[in-house]
């Protein structure tokens, strides 16, 4: 119903900055909450940040307030991620998703999953 494509990962040196995007096609993602999470080698995939359908609201988990910005393009349905300050422990796999609703944000319950994208950060 709802296909999700992320891209944009890649490898950067600590304190440089990444953009990733994620597109939807199948169906429109204007009624969606959009999230993004991540998952390092041999660890839980976890909350990273999500934005609601009409993007007046955002959220982010603690590791990554300050330096990582989540916005939307519906008319592109296109959600994004900024990624600034980057660090050796943001290195993981990332994975965009998109809710139907209503449950929590950081709820791993998405109905929709991206096959993800690394994003790998040097030290």
């Known amino acids: 119903q709802v296909m999700l494509v992320e891209s944009g990962g890649g490898l950067v040196q600590a304190g440089g900055s990444l953009r990733l995007s994620c597109a939807a096609s199948?169906?429109?993602?204007?009624?969606?909450?959009m999230g993004w999470f991540r998952q390092a080698p041999g660890e839980e995939r976890i909350f990273v940040s999500a934005?609601?359908?009409?993007?007046?609201?955002?959220y982010y988990a603690d590791s990554v307030k300050g330096r990582f910005t989540i916005s939307r393009d519906n008319s592109k349905n296109t959600v994004y991620l900024q990624m600034n300050s980057l660090e050796p422990e943001d290195t993981a796999v990332y994975y965009c998703?998109?809710?139907?609703?209503?449950?929590?944000?950081?709820?791993?319950?998405?109905?929709?999953w991206g096959q993800g994208t690394q994003v790998t950060v040097s030290s």
């Open positions: 199948g169906r429109t993602v204007t009624s969606l909450g």
């Open positions: 934005i609601t359908s009409s993007a007046d609201m955002t």
């Open positions: 998703a998109a809710q139907r609703g209503p449950i929590s944000f950081w709820d791993t319950r998405y109905d929709y």
